[in-house]
């Protein structure tokens, strides 16, 4: 008898149980949202606009790297590509995408590392 006593008090009670806000189960989800956004999304975005600005203010003499690691001074442009010289009498023509930085900007973060 008092197997079943306990039984009866630990099922299920009346037919109109609370259930909650519905909100309250994409709380989680808007919370990993906002953590992605500010600590992934936002800085990617910001580098990449810092870089469409520094490929847009490249002029003709300025000393860049490219992704592939090689320096250069830049020759001539056009709106895609770009030609430089990486030595002397060698010029090589590369999009302009390719370009990782100014020279100058890689020059102050290797002084800054050591």
């Given at each position: 008898?008092?197997?079943?006593?306990?039984?009866?008090?630990?099922?299920?009670?009346?037919?109109?149980?609370?259930?909650?806000?519905?909100?309250g189960?994409?709380?989680?989800?808007?919370?990993?949202?906002?953590?992605?956004?500010?600590?992934?999304?936002?800085?990617?975005?910001?580098?990449?606009?810092?870089?469409?600005?520094m490929?847009?203010n490249?002029?003709?003499?300025?000393?860049?790297?490219t992704?592939?690691?090689?320096?250069?001074?830049?020759?001539?442009?056009?709106?895609?590509?770009?030609?430089?010289?990486?030595?002397?009498?060698?010029?090589?023509e590369?999009?302009?995408?390719?370009?990782?930085?100014?020279?100058?900007?890689?020059?102050?973060?290797?002084?800054?590392?050591?």
């Open positions: 008898m008092l197997f079943n006593d306990l039984a009866f008090a630990m099922g299920a009670g009346g037919t109109g149980g609370a259930q909650g806000n519905p909100l189960a994409f709380v989680p989800l808007i919370l990993m949202f906002a953590i992605f956004y500010f600590l992934l999304i936002r800085p990617q975005q910001k580098k990449a606009k810092q870089h469409r600005e490929l847009g490249l002029k003709i003499g300025d000393r860049i790297v992704n592939g690691g090689m320096y250069g001074t830049i020759v001539r442009m056009s709106d895609m590509t770009v030609i430089i010289e990486i030595a002397d009498k060698v010029q090589v590369m999009l302009r995408n390719t370009i990782a930085d100014k020279a100058d900007a890689f020059a102050k973060l290797e002084k800054k590392g050591k």
